[in-house]
């Protein structure tokens, strides 16, 4: 796809937010990214526009049958003042693996990231630069054809929103309570769970209600079919540091590929930490705990990036993890994620892509 971006731009710019009240998906920047897609012109007319209201039909489908996916990155502010993604070129794989899922028409992969960048030149001065901050990048791509009956729909479109977020963390990683979810489940094999569709949000809504009102801060999620081994926790995949291993769910095809997970994985090998992708059994952690073998457990994701788990309760169980202090390897792998993705460390892995002046010529 070799298609110019066409660039309306708004006549009156927002006034930023105080960076010190961002927290997340709260403000949204002057302009975002559209395309549309239809058989006879494929994905077509790309445009940067103020950001604003969008007028669909009642009938579009995605009301109705829920074709709608979506991705989640960061662009970063470095120390040199100089804005960098992380690893994006995986978010447009898994855009693209969410589209082959739902029957959405593929997009061209270097062409979104290309309109991406654009966008984050343009919106330049939304990129916070405030410790632990970051601009999140909501692309997402729902049905618009007006018709009800349940078949792919023959229309798209295709946006992408930037939100300035703040610190997920005050000063310093804080560990969190996590409850095991045994009644109600969020994925099966087969189903759309490896996938980042809207609707595996809705589905977990009411447990994470549940929970929330319990104590916790997140769900860790077991298999749909056993309700046995460990998958994910809400917005992340889940670690384990047992006698001196590190291990995680393998993917089975109802478990997020996360780009964290991966990250992890790879610095994991890189520093010849034994690390292991397996089935486990939600009964196997709290064994590995009664044996006083379980030294960490943190959920990784791009949001928290690195999340250590202090509590985890499971059939009224609530067992205390590494007395609810940050463990040794949560906190290296968060100070390394976090140092390559703002530049203050080397990033042996060529993980960063750097916006450029040069590459965000605008039509
Ligand atoms: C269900 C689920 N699992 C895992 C993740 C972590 O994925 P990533 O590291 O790509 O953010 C996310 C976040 O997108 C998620 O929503």
Known sequence: MNQDIRFVQRETLKEKPDPASLGFGQFFSDHMFVMDYDLKN????????????????????????GQAIFEGLKAYKTEDGSIQLFRPEK??????DSCDRLCIPQIDEQFLLKAIKQLIYIERDWVPSGEGTSLYIRPFIFSTEAHLGVHPSSEYKLLVILS???????????PVKIKVEEHFVRAVVG??????????YAASLKAQEVAEADGYAQILWLDAKENKYVEEVGSMNIFFK???????????????????????????????????????SIEEVFAAHERGELEEVF?????????????????????????????????????????????????????????????????
């Open 242 to 280: 047992i006698n001196g291993e590190v291990i995680t769910p393998k993917l089975n095809g109802s478990i997020l590929p996360g780009v964290t997970r991966d990250s992890v994985l790879q610095i994991l090998k890189h520093w010849n930490v034994p690390v292991r992708e397996v089935k486990i």
């Open 91 to 96: 978010n447009m794989k898994r855009l693209n």
């Open 164 to 174: 300035p977020s703040g610190a997920y963390y005050g000063s310093q990683l804080s």
């Open 299 to 363: 959920g990784a994701g791009t949001a928290a990036v690195i999340s250590p788990v202090g509590d985890l309760n499971w059939n009224g169980n609530t067992i205390v993890i590494n007395n609810e202090q940050i463990g040794e390897i949560s906190q290296r792998l968060y100070d390394t994620i976090t140092g390559i993705q703002l530049g203050k460390i080397a990033d042996p892995f060529q993980w960063t892509v750097k916006i450029e002046a040069a590459e965000t010529t605008i039509s």
């Open 191 to 200: 189903g759309v769970g490896h996938v980042k569709t809207a609707g595996n």
């Open 42 to 65: 494929g994905w077509h007319d790309p445009r940067i526009v103020p950001y604003g209201p969008l007028t669909l039909n009642p009938s579009s489908m995605v009301f109705h049958y």
